[in-house]
């Protein structure tokens, strides 16, 4: 199994605290545990910006991290979280505790969460800047707040409370878009597994099958993978693929309908995301081969867009020009093509953006725009290229002929020097591929 490293996870720490400069402290909480229904929970996750720094998997557990006067000095990184408890631990798991903070994830200090109000105090005062990330959750912003208060009401003794609170995800955030050789391989192995799952959706589905029944085939090459999906899975026959967000998954699938399925699972934490539409019986009718290639030339063309130093924009507007254009030469729509690009008319057909960041979370962290612009694609960007066209069941502005029809196809791309980099290519995507692979 592929792995980050403690050294990893370090590096990422050296780089934070460069980013922070001297005198200051950062402080960075996991989820909270999340109640299913009543008394049962959810399988707990750690907050992915957490996990980016520490590597601890746990629930209940707080990283600070303290820089000196001077940055050459180095940092200090503590680690907050539950202590051993053989009694929690033969209802619940094993537990790091706090010596396993310091020889498995190499804490510089490591503490009982319980003492945490009490020990942040000391590591508060006379700091100059507090990196914190604001907003994240709610209790723990009040929790904070009264630190500040507190270290506040000390200065009579001579010690001061930071004087500048600082957004500590505009720092993560960007650290984060940026993946490394190590993020992309476990990338890589997350698209795989997913084009693996997609190819055998492709194989078992036939008229009559339930829709949580393809799914289910879905999930079982993630979970014999030790995976989990990175989203809820949307598996929409017929008329439900012009549902974007369609996770119901529980009518039939229809012979003769097209079954459009975005489904992919996460890999240690990294995410794939992928999405293909076939036929239900393995072979498409002319009309949906007609609007299916419209959508993949979009696609291939987009993903070619995807350049160093092209606008992060710049597939998005690719594809929407081939995709109007389609539109135009089938007739479902009239006009000029640049006044119906500059109207946005083919919103009526496509109403979606053509991607967005990858890693970590499905849809990523990291800003769209710097300073009012469109940002260019850098080196380790990984980006999602998903142009589609959704004809309504009910759209009688189009011939009954197209009606129904929903086709989205997804790759996940990497920018790279050497041009972009398609890291879920392993899953077929031609109508001829997906006809020949159907058919065995």
Known sequence: MKKLTQADFKERRDRLAEEMGPHSIAVIATSPVAMRNRDADYKFRADSSFFWLTGFAEPEAVAVIETYESIDE???????????????????????????????????????????DEEIQEKLQNKAKLFYRIGQQAAFDARVAGWIAKASGESRRGTSAPAKIVQLDRI?????????EQELELMQ?????????????????????????LEAELNYIFGKNGCVPSYNSIVGGGENACILHYVENDKVLKDGDLVLIDAACEYQLYASDITRTFPVNGKFSSEQKALYNVVLDSQIAAINAVQIGNSYKEPHNVAV???VQGLLDLGIMQGNIDEIIEKEAYRQFYMHGTGHWLGMDVHDVGT????????????????????????????????????????RIEDDVVATENGPRVLTAAVVKSVEEIEALMAK
């Open 74 to 116: 180095g940092y200090t990184y503590s680690l907050f979280c539950r202590e051993r408890n053989r009694e929690m631990e033969i209802w619940n798991g094993y537990r790091a505790g706090v010596d396993g903070a310091v020889d498995d994830f190499e804490a510089d200090e490591a503490y009982a969460i319980d003492l945490l």
């Open 172 to 180: 993560i955030d960007e650290l984060r878009l940026h993946k490394t």
């Open 189 to 213: 192995i997350a698209s795989d597994i997913s084009a693996e799952a997609h190819t055998r959706a492709m194989q078992t589905v036939k008229p009559g099958m339930m829709e949580y029944a």
């Open 321 to 323: 020009r081939i995709l």
């Open 368 to 407: 769209y725009k710097l300073d009012g612009e469109w940002r260019a694609y850098e080196e380790g960007m990984v980006v999602t290229v998903e142009p589609g066209l959704y004809i309504a069941p009910d759209d009688e502005t189009v011939d009954v002929k197209w009606r129904g029809i929903g086709i």
